[in-house]
């Protein structure tokens, strides 16, 4: 069964730091794999995919993400953290082989960043 | 908006109550999908469509049931509402399937007292 799992439910960075939220995935067959966003009280925005080639993802808003096959991860990046970076943050996967693009979420990782 | 709007954005209801979510969607998408999210629960999905007239049970259908009779509109419609059935209901749109993003609504904050 396809599963994602997002070890920390909060990461607490200083502004400027660099921050890493962490994803692990566990899915027959090849990955496809998302990272959204979710601010208070509003739906989730998409910040980057990993659907093939390089292994390094940039998305959206100065992140990005390594997607490491054999470690099974797909760990969020940022260099420099902003405090509009606090925020919910989910990791999803779908099958490659499936043609329905059901996702399958982590449970969120809230990323607090202080001034 | 993504292109997607869900009414209403909050609603109480009441245990037997019934309801129907609302979701429309503008980019003629051929996917979608209704979400729920519980607090620390990350989002289930409770059904999905591939196209009008197609759609399929996600990870956590009971209670639930959907019709698609157009491109545009997936309404979710809670037949007897029940506690367990408190949550925040995204729908989101996508034109491919695996490989594309998801496009999400707003939500709807629904509380069954």
């Known amino acids: 069964a396809q599963s994602v799992a997002q070890p920390e439910d909060q990461v607490n960075v200083a502004e400027g730091n660099p921050l890493t939220v962490k994803c692990t995935y566990s899915v027959s067959g090849n990955p496809y794999l998302f990272w959204y966003v979710q601010y208070p009280n509003r739906g989730l925005q998409f910040l980057l995919k990993?659907?093939?080639?390089?292994?390094l993802v940039k998305g959206s808003y100065g992140f990005e993400a390594e997607f490491n096959k054999s470690q099974t991860s797909f760990h969020l990046k940022k260099p420099s953290a902003l405090v509009s970076d606090s925020a919910l943050y989910f990791c999803?996967?779908?099958?490659?082989?499936?043609?329905?693009?059901?996702?399958?979420f982590g449970q969120g990782t809230t990323l607090q960043v202080k001034p | 908006n993504a292109g997607v709007t869900q009414t209403p954005k909050f609603r109480i209801l009441k245990i037997g109550q019934s309801m129907t979510l609302q979701c429309t969607q503008d980019m003629n998408h051929n996917y979608m999908y209704w979400y729920r999210q519980d607090p620390g629960m990350g989002l289930k999905l409770i059904y999905y469509?591939?196209?009008?007239?197609?759609?399929d049970k996600g990870e956590v259908p009971n209670g639930y049931n959907v019709s698609r009779s157009t491109t545009e509109d997936f309404p979710l419609r809670l037949e007897l509402a029940a506690p367990s059935q408190t949550s925040v209901y995204f729908c989101?749109?996508?034109?491919?399937?695996?490989?594309?993003?998801?496009?999400f609504g707003p939500g709807t904050r629904l509380t069954v007292l």
């Open positions: 469509s591939v196209g009008a007239g197609i759609t």
């Open positions: 999803a996967v779908s099958r490659g082989s499936s043609n329905t693009g059901k996702l399958i």
């Open positions: 989101a749109h996508s034109t491919l399937a695996a490989t594309d993003t998801q496009y």
């Open positions: 990993y659907i093939t080639g390089d292994n």
